[in-house]
Structures are given as structure tokens and as C-alpha cells.
């Protein structure tokens, strides 16, 4: 068995030296335990937060001990009533290639029908962000424009989707032109706008003629302070995340303050778990969205255990494109 562990806090983006790969045991699963074998493991945007050693709302991860994630996993053996082996599950588990759990601490996937990587995308954490952000805080109508950064991402590129089934006008931000094309060529947004242009602000203005009713924040910093000079009145501004701002040593904000009175806009921030109650409804609506080829899962695949690291790093750099994955076994 292997696993990732935390050798040292980074500074910046994690460098090799944040991760040590370590050879253990595998321990046999006791009563009501299951050993899961990872198939599929999920690298995401806030583990960079639990990296540090700062108070927040997930605990930060510990020095020597494994980095962990939502993984898909199959069972492997199966100790614990209601699982046998073979059955795929779903939870947040150590970064290790076989763990040995007890079973209340994952859940049967409820369709082995589907890609199973979507179970860390559009139909797991990311997909229920965009739609419980979007939904509840930014309220799209019919005809109104939304504004989503991070665009072509695991979050983003639902958040756009779902706005244009809710009969929206969808403008995303992406870097790079590739990236600002798969969002109008693949995805269906109305426009796509490349925040590493040097025509950004220009291109912007002209993306949203009628102002911007929604805008879910994904970025922060110089990207966002662009967009907050379109806000239309009474626009609501779902803050899901800062991404420029992880890895990043300068002060990126606030500065917003001005252009929220002006608009008399609500901005809200917002965690993913605060939607938990609806949690079952969103995943129905997501799987018949995608059933009905009304929302586009894009996967990035890194292949093999040791890839974590990188894949990791590729959040930040942007070389995902869609939901960042890694697949660790063929099982
Ligand atoms: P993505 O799949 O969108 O991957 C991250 C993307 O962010 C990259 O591909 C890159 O795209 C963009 N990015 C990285 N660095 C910068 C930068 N400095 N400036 C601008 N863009 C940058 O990740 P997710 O969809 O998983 O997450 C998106 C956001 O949602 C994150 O901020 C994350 O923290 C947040 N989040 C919040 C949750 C909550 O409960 N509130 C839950 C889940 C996610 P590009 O090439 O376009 O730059």
C-alpha cells in the first residue's frame, strides 16, 4: 500500500518537497469495516487552505500525515453489513491507494451507469457548489446575464450551464483563448472572455450590454475587480471561492465595497455543505440535466498514484481543463 503524506506547509504553489510518498500496511477491515481500493481521486481548490496552518472551516491537514480527498473507490473486502465487495462508493478519504474505513464513512454510488469520476464532479462536491450557489444565492431569471469565472472549471462550467437551462444570457471567464472557446464551442455560453488578454476589461464591457445581474465568484483580485464595475442594480454575487488569492502573497481585496452601494447588490458568501438539506433533490436534477445532455461534464485525467502532486498544481496553473481527476486504478 502507499500513501501521500504532508511533509512540510508550502509557501506559494506546492512544490514536490509539500508531498512525501510513504510505503504501509494494509490493515484488514474488523467488524463494520470496509477496505475500499481508490479508483479515482479528486484533487480540489481548498485543500490548498488546509495546507496551511490556519484556523478555517476544514481542519488543516497535518505535518506527516496523509493530504485527503473525495475519492471513488471499490470495496476491495467487505466486513460491514449492506457491502460486498465489488460495490463503488464515495467519500472523503485519505490520500492512499487502499483504505480500511468504517463503512458508515462512505456511500454506495446510486448509478454505476454513469463515467464514475462524475461522482467528484458534476454529480459530487463540485456540481452540488455550483448548483446550491447558484440556485439559492444568485437567483437567475429568464433573460438576466451571469457572470461566472473559472468558467471552463469543475464549478464553473456547471454554474454556466445550469444558468442557460434557467434561460440566462451566460458570459464566462476563462484564461486563454482554447479555454474561452470550448465555452461557447462545447458548453453553450452566449460569450466567453479571456481574462489574460490584454483586451480583457474591453472585451468584458462588450460581453455584457445590459449590465451583469449574477456573478459567481470563483477568482477574486483583478479579474473580479473588472466585472464589479457592470453590476446592474440589485445584482446578487454568490462568492464560492478566490482562487487568485490561495497560493498568492499580495493583499487581492476588498474593493468592492463602493461599487456594491452603488448597485445596492448582495454578495454572499457561501459553503457547499450549507446546502446539504437539498443535497438528494440536486442530485437528481444534476443526473437528469446530464442524462439529458443539458450539462457537459469535462474531465481532466492525470493517470497513477504519484500524479497527485502534479495534478494538484494543475488547479493553479490552470492546465485542467473541467473537473481535475486522477485515476489510480483500473479496478
Ligand atoms: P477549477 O476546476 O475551476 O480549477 C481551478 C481553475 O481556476 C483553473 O483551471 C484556472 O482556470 C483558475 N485559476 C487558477 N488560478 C487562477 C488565478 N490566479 N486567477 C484566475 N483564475 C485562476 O476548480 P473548482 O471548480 O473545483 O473550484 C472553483 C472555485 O470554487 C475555487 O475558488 C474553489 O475554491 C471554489 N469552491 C468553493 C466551494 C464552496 O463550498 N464555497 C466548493 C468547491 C469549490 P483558468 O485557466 O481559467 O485560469
Known amino acids: 500500500n502507499e500513501q501521500i503524506v504532508l511533509a512540510k506547509r508550502p509557501d506559494g504553489v506546492p512544490g514536490d518537497e509539500v508531498f512525501r510518498y510513504e510505503e504501509v500496511e494494509t490493515d484488514s477491515p474488523g467488524v463494520g469495516e470496509l477496505l475500499i481500493e481508490s479508483v479515482y481521486i479528486s484533487v480540489d481548490p481548498y485543500m490548498r487552505g488546509r495546507m ?11 505535518i506527516d500525515e496523509p493530504l485527503a480527498g473525495h475519492v471513488v473507490g471499490k470495496v476491495a473486502e467487505s466486513n460491514a453489513d449492506g457491502f460486498e465487495s465489488g460495490d463503488v462508493v464515495t467519500g472523503a478519504l485519505p490520500w492512499k491507494k487502499f483504505n480500511t474505513v468504517p463503512s458508515d464513512s462512505v456511500d454506495k454510488v446510486p448509478s454505476t451507469e454513469v463515467p464514475l469520476y462524475l461522482y467528484l464532479s458534476t454529480l459530487g462536491m463540485p456540481g452540488h457548489t455550483a448548483y446550491g450557489g447558484l440556485l439559492n444565492i444568485g437567483k437567475p431569471q429568464e433573460g438576466e446575464t451571469v457572470v461566472v469565472s473559472a468558467a471552463s472549471g469543475a464549478v464553473g462550467s456547471v454554474v454556466g450551464q445550469i444558468a442557460k437551462i434557467k434561460g440566462a444570457r451566460v458570459v464566462g471567464i476563462a484564461g486563454g483563448p482554447e479555454k474561452v472557446k470550448h465555452l ?65 502573497k499580495e493583499d487581492n481585496g476588498p474593493r468592492v465595497q463602493t461599487k456594491l452601494i452603488k448597485s445596492q447588490a448582495l454578495m454572499q458568501g457561501f459553503l457547499v455543505g450549507q446546502f446539504k438539506d437539498d443535497a438528494k433533490n440536486a442530485s437528481e436534477q444534476l443526473a437528469k440535466w446530464i442524462e439529458e445532455g443539458k450539462i457537459k461534464s469535462e474531465v481532466s485525467i492525470e493517470e497513477g498514484f504519484d500524479k497527485l502532486p502534479k495534478a494538484f498544481r494543475n488547479l493553479f496553473t490552470g492546465e485542467n481543463l473541467g473537473k481535475q481527476i486522477v485515476k489510480v486504478s483500473d479496478a
Open 52 to 62: 496551511n496552518d490556519a484556523k478555517s472551516y476544514a481542519e488543516p491537514f497535518k
Open 184 to 248: 461557447t464551442d462545447n458548453l453553450g455560453f452566449d460569450e466567453g472572455v479571456d481574462y489574460k488578454a490584454d483586451d480583457y476589461a474591453e472585451r468584458l464591457a462588450e460581453a455584457v450590454p445590459d449590465g451583469i445581474d449574477v456573478y459567481f465568484e470563483n477568482v477574486g483580485g483583478s479579474v473580479s475587480d473588472e466585472v464589479f464595475n457592470h453590476l446592474n442594480r440589485f445584482a446578487r454575487i454568490p462568492v464560492c471561492g478566490a482562487i487568485s488569492a490561495y497560493n498568492s
